[in-house]
């Protein structure tokens, strides 16, 4: 007995005693503008967190992060229609694929407030242009992008894997094609290690695009 009330006074003493999440551990979830709604990180220590605004004029519904058993909170984004929220499996960054507008995604990385990342890491929208910039170079000069629809299909380790789908056009008003890429990307450096061929990542993950709305 003596052992474990020494056990216990050192875990307080030395920090390593952490608070965590209560309730069931979501490291993914879909959310609305008008829902609340709480997404653990995979280690139960952090809480991004929907806070629904119904009585203004504008979808404006604040997402915050929060350390579970601490009061103050971090703002992440503004949400105005849909997201998805997805944790790092090291529960070090939080992948938010915003959905502002029906057809139209945008991609949000967020590493956890007070880590050396957050001080070091690109801005949350660097995925997002890194993304869109390698495919204006596969899609090549003329092309007008109508939908573009990244979602996550895996995340292991630093590498994760987008597949990256839409519809673009020709000209002023030409006829659709649709258009799917697998984009590998170290989710610390946002260097893309590779692309995948709509063949490839239907082959390698079992995994298809989304080209429509």
């Known amino acids: 007995m003596k052992y474990l009330i020494l056990i216990i ?27 609340e ?31 579970c058993g601490e009061s103050k909170s971090w ?10 929220v997805f944790w790092s499996p090291d529960s070090k960054h939080v992948l938010v694929v915003n959905q502002p507008l029906s057809g139209t995604n945008r991609l949000l990385l967020f590493p956890v407030p007070g880590s050396p990342a957050q001080t070091s890491e690109p801005a949350s929208d660097d995925l997002d242009k890194t993304v869109t910039e390698t495919l204006a170079e596969r899609l090549g000069k003329g092309k007008h992008v109508q939908f573009y629809l990244p979602t996550l299909v895996s995340w292991r380790d ?20 649709t258009y799917c890429y697998g984009l590998r990307i170290n989710s610390s450096t946002l260097h893309v290690e590779s692309v995948l061929s709509e063949r490839e990542l239907k082959a390698s993950t079992g995994h298809a695009c989304h080209v429509s709305p």
């Open 158 to 177: 630093s590498s994760m894997l987008l597949a990256v789908g839409g519809e673009t056009y020709l000209g002023d008003s030409g006829p659709l094609d």
């Open 37 to 67: 709604a709480k997404v653990s990180s995979p280690d139960r220590v952090w809480e991004v967190k929907v806070h629904p605004v119904l009585d203004a004029d504008e979808n404006r519904s604040p997402v915050t992060i929060r350390k």
């Open 75 to 84: 703002p992440l984004f503004t949400l105005q229609r849909s997201a998805e």
């Open 9 to 35: 006074l050192s875990l307080l003493l030395t920090g390593t005693s952490r608070a965590q999440c209560s309730g069931p551990v979501r490291t993914h979830a879909n959310l609305h503008w008008s829902e």
